[in-house]
């Protein structure tokens, strides 16, 4: 099992800032793939970012080049800095860990931080 944990989630006004944390504890070896996802009222959830263990991102189209992922592996924390946040930007956003153990996969979520961004 891998136990996730969050923080830096908010209030801020449009154009403003925030940074995400997410540490991972428990069975954490074998981590593929960290990530942040966004889920906003009414909506089904979507990738904002992801992260592989050779430090390869992808963005969704959506928060490229104002949002960055970034990952300490020695900490097992990846972080996701947001800048030029919009209001649309508004959601629960999710970390999510992903890995592969003896050909199967494994997704593991924590519980959510809210990002409110005001116009």
């Known amino acids: 099992q891998v136990q996730l944990v969050e923080s830096g989630g908010g209030l801020v006004q449009a154009g403003g800032s925030l940074r995400l944390s997410c540490a991972a504890s428990?069975?954490?070896?074998?981590?593929?793939?960290m990530g942040w996802y966004r889920q906003a009222p009414g909506k089904q959830r979507e990738l904002v970012a992801t992260?592989?263990?050779?430090?390869?991102?992808n963005y969704a189209d959506s928060v490229k080049g104002r949002f960055t992922i970034s990952r300490d592996n020695a900490k097992n924390t990846v972080y996701l800095q947001m800048n030029s946040l919009k209001p649309e930007d508004t959601a629960v956003y999710y970390c999510?860990?992903?890995?592969?153990?003896?050909?199967?996969?494994?997704?593991?979520w924590g519980q959510g931080t809210q990002v409110t961004v005001s116009s």
């Open positions: 999510n860990v992903y890995r592969v153990v003896f050909g199967l996969d494994y997704d593991y």
């Open positions: 428990g069975s954490i070896n074998r981590i593929n793939k």
């Open positions: 992260i592989t263990s050779d430090g390869s991102t």
